[in-house]
């Protein structure tokens, strides 16, 4: 996958809008919306979400973890935490740029959150390096991605799959071999 990619699923998480229109429940194939009332809140997707907003026919309410508090605190513990800490959302990072791009008039301190997100995001992203450098450093042969999102996983996977496969092919050729007489050669 790429980033992309993993922005569009991200779009399929649900938010909370206010609408300005009138409509009856609408029936699609990922599941039912509506009915939408002016002034009364609705969940949506976030795909809808912003369409609506971008023909101004809704306000956005930001999640509950899109808050100044709860990402400082966050923040906070993701720094003083060895482990990757469970996110707010599967997608936070897409999302936060998701809303923050085209609804930022929506959502309160959104400079704020933008920075505590992208602090958050660079938080995580050095924690994988140094344990991807201690995985390859140790030769492991598994690695254990608790609490990661698929944005995170995807950004070093290439790395990855890259430094596995140079260690599959060091391995093979340190292996001993025999030849036909049944004798071992050491490299």
């Known amino acids: 996958m790429d980033p992309a990619e993993v922005e569009f699923l991200a779009e399929k998480e649900t938010v909370k809008i206010i609408p300005n229109f009138s409509l009856d ?23 809808l979400a912003l369409n609506l907003k971008q023909r101004q026919k809704c306000r956005i309410v930001p999640p509950a973890w899109m808050d100044v508090d709860k990402l400082e605190e ?6 003083k935490e060895d482990a990757f800490m469970p ?11 998701l809303l923050l791009n085209y609804a930022s008039d929506n959502i309160p301190k959104a400079d704020e959150i933008r920075t505590l997100v992208k602090d958050i ?7 994988l390096r140094l344990s991807a450098d ?13 609490n990661l999102t698929l944005m995170e996983i995807n950004t070093i996977r290439s ?13 093979s050729n340190m292996q001993p071999s025999g ?3 049944g004798h071992f050669n050491d490299y």
């Open 134 to 146: 201690s995985f390859i450093t140790q030769a492991e042969a598994h690695a254990k991605l608790d």
């Open 74 to 79: 966050m923040r906070d513990l993701e720094r």
């Open 25 to 47: 429940k609408v029936y699609l194939i990922g599941g039912d919306l509506g009915p939408f009332n002016p002034g009364l809140p609705v969940d949506v997707p976030v795909w």
């Open 87 to 97: 996110v707010p959302s599967p997608h936070y990072m897409e999302l936060t740029k």
């Open 179 to 181: 030849d036909s007489k």
């Open 121 to 127: 995001w660079d938080t995580r992203v050095a924690k």
């Open 159 to 171: 790395f990855f799959l890259d430094s596995l496969n140079c260690m599959y092919k060091l391995r």
